[in-house]
């Protein structure tokens, strides 16, 4: 079996007639003068925490930087940004129980300390240009000191990725090949609205040095860190499309880190197949799984695709934002329906994702993007499509979607 057939085998294994939805949400850890908790201080938190709880610790270098708790995960992120990953269920309320969970155990912790979990897309204190982002250190992993060397070498923003930056992120199920072509496209071309839709900034005039827009910051960030592996997946629209091409395009792209056999080491340049084979590796199949798991995490593309579809273009947002968010999703992408329409008033757009992106860096909700259509009238019709097909209880999650647009529909005047 070839490299690119075990990369494709991989993705391919996360099929599912599930309609599941997994929940990422980052946070700073900041006191009042929107300084960061220490590293060392958050770890023991999270070994003394993780021993209360009976969770799996995981650790990197000698140091804790997480635990598993079953039904979610935690994580210390590149500057201390503390992320919780909930494990993919149907049920909306199930994820909010677990976040509820989650902050019942930690905002006390935290508060004793003088700290709060904050959700933005950019750390407060670099978006009004009150530090810069080098003054907030990396915690003391091999992954990140190689990523921040390499993305210092690719683009202008990575020290600010790596340091400042948070998002929430929502997982979806696909069904077959097709049916994950079907919605990597979809979401490509409406991320421009849901990217505005889920835009979190601390000040509404700040920009980034040497940028334009002062809209999508946190997206700005991660367009101008490295062409190979982020902005929107090259091809997505060609008509061969599939596991196949994906696969071809990471095994042919820089890998930049490599971690095999525990070790992490400094890859640079070379390519996974410049470094080892995968097919080499077929008598060693925990060993193959985890160099391929790897493999797919080091590329950073808007809609990224593993063992599911990842949509990363949202800022970090309050709970229950995060929750909407993950219903329109929902309510867009798991409804017959709903797909056939989408599809049917976004044809004809396939070339204007980056333009309409664009636009909206400059101007917006206000921003006119696909049919002459501004942003937020978008925003607001596909909320309306998904509170047709969503179930009462779920529908009430648009509503934080729907009061932010309202603000925003009457400011526009």
């Excluded at 097709?178 to 071309?189: A, E, F, P, S, Y």
């Excluded at 993950?326 to 980056?354: P, Q, T």
Aim: charged content about 30%; overall charge negative; glycine content about 8%.
């Amino acid at each position: 079996m070839t490299d690119r057939e075990i990369v494709a085998n991989f993705i391919r294994a996360g099929e599912t007639e599930e309609h599941r939805l997994g929940l990422e949400l980052e946070h700073f850890i900041l006191n009042e003068m929107e300084e960061g908790i220490e590293f060392e201080v958050l770890s023991e938190l999270i070994r003394e925490t993780g021993e209360k709880l009976g969770a799996e610790p995981v650790t990197a270098e000698g140091h804790v930087v997480g635990y598993d708790a079953g039904d979610h995960t935690i994580s210390i992120e590149p500057s201390c940004q503390f992320e919780i990953s909930i494990a993919p269920f149907s049920s909306l309320s199930k994820i909010e129980g677990i976040y509820e969970g989650f902050r019942t155990v930690w905002d006390p912790l935290l508060g004793r300390l003088g700290y709060r979990m904050v959700t933005k897309g950019v750390h407060p204190a670099v978006e009004s240009g009150r530090i810069h982002p080098t003054e907030l250190p990396l915690i003391p992993k091999n992954r990140y000191y190689f990523m921040d060397r390499y993305f210092r070498g690719t683009g202008r923003f990575g020290v600010h990725m790596m340091r400042a930056s948070a998002s929430a992120q929502v997982s979806l199920d696909y069904s077959s090949e097709k049916d994950m072509v079907r919605k990597l496209r979809i979401l490509t071309i409406l991320s421009p609205v849901l990217m505005q839709i889920m835009e979190n900034k601390s000040y509404p005039d700040s920009r980034l040095t040497e940028r334009k827009g002062k809209h999508l910051l946190r997206t700005q960030i991660w367009e101008d860190l490295d062409p190979d592996r982020t902005g929107f997946f090259p091809g997505a629209f060609h008509g061969k499309f599939g596991y196949d091409t994906y696969a071809d395009l990471l095994l042919s792209r820089p890998l930049a880190v490599l971690t095999d056999l525990g070790e992490t080491t400094y890859a640079g340049e070379k390519t996974l197949p410049e470094i080892l084979s995968l097919s080499e590796l077929s008598d060693q199949p925990e060993r193959q799984k985890a160099v391929v798991e790897h493999l797919l995490s080091m590329f950073f593309h808007h809609i990224r695709l593993k063992r599911y579809l990842e949509v990363r273009v949202a800022d970090s947002v309050p709970i229950r934002k995060a929750l909407g968010y993950a219903a329109l999703l929902k309510g867009l992408l798991y409804s017959e329906k709903n797909l056939l329409r989408v599809e049917k008033l976004l044809s004809g757009h396939l070339i204007d994702v980056e333009e309409a992106v664009f636009r909206t860096e400059i101007q917006g909700e206000n921003a006119i993007i696909y049919s002459g259509k501004r942003v937020h009238a978008w925003a607001r019709d596909l909320i309306h499509l998904a509170e047709e097909v969503l179930p009462p209880e779920e529908k009430e999650y648009l509503k934080e979607l729907s009061v932010g647009l309202k603000k925003r529909e009457r400011s526009a005047g």
